[in-house]
């Protein structure tokens, strides 16, 4: 099973537009600045641990850099030669030569007026790549110690995004911790559930409200006709793309 993609934002600092020799615009800063502990998360913390990133980037994958996270909104990518990675003390730096589209003008102007301040990365986490421990004010406590990083933004926002957050990997003395939600406002802390699939919650004695109202078979009887089942919202979005092809037809 692929591991869930996960995003965090961070307020950009050193982030700054200079011009190259041959007239290019370059927009240079920090995407994950070590050791620097985010936000609360849904009863945990998070940091990044010096050097997070340098698996992922001595494979060479290709990375994209992207506003606020469209893909159609490129602005860098790694395997161009647009943007370079690089880790030092402070944590991921970023260099890229902005091209000459709608969109990276806009952000050029955004970035120089103040209106943009903020990175983001997303990322996943393979097997061993986080540790969970507990800080001394019993608080659970995630430690990023080697991800996948799959793509950085600019963004405008730097508020930690509402999205749920892998705990698979969370041993259970520290999950009972946690509480989160997944894309569908279920705390449920199963796997299924966890990926956003509470109509396949595998938690026999489930009781959460949220995860009954899309499709939870531990309280919607595992014996009823299918059909009488409520359809989940990855369900309905589904039938209404059906739906709006089938008119297009």
Not at 28 to 46: C, H, K, M, Q, V
Not at 124 to 150: Q, Y
Request: aromatic share 4%; with cysteine; net charge negative.
């Amino acid at each position: 099973m692929a591991h869930k993609l996960e995003r965090r934002n961070i307020k950009a600092t050193e982030i700054r537009m200079s011009t190259g020799a041959d007239g290019s615009q370059i927009l240079t800063g920090y995407a994950i600045r070590w050791n620097s502990p985010s936000i609360d998360l849904g009863g945990f913390t998070e940091i990044c641990a010096p050097g997070m990133c340098t698996r992922t980037l001595k494979e060479s994958p290709d990375i994209c850099m992207l506003r606020d996270h469209v893909s159609s909104q490129l602005l860098g990518r790694t395997t161009a030669g647009t943007l370079t990675l690089t880790q030092d003390s402070k944590g991921l730096a970023f260099s890229v030569t902005m091209p000459k589209t709608a969109i990276a003008e806009d952000t050029i102007e955004n970035v120089r007026n103040g209106n943009l301040s903020s990175c983001s990365f997303g990322f996943n986490v393979p097997s061993g790549g986080d540790k969970w421990t507990t800080t001394p004010d019993g608080a659970a406590l995630r430690t990023l110690l080697d991800v996948n990083l799959a793509e950085v933004s600019i963004t405008s926002f730097a508020a930690y995004p509402a999205t749920s957050v892998s705990l698979r990997s969370a041993p259970p003395e520290i999950r009972s911790l946690i509480t989160g939600s997944n894309n569908d406002g279920c705390d449920c802390d199963c796997e299924e559930c966890m990926d956003d699939h509470c109509e396949n919650c595998s938690m026999n004695d489930c009781q959460d409200p949220n995860c009954a109202k899309n499709g939870c078979p531990a309280q919607n009887g595992n014996g009823d006709d299918e059909r009488s089942k409520p359809l989940s919202q990855s369900e309905t979005h589904k039938l209404y793309m059906r739906l709006e092809l089938s008119k297009r037809k």
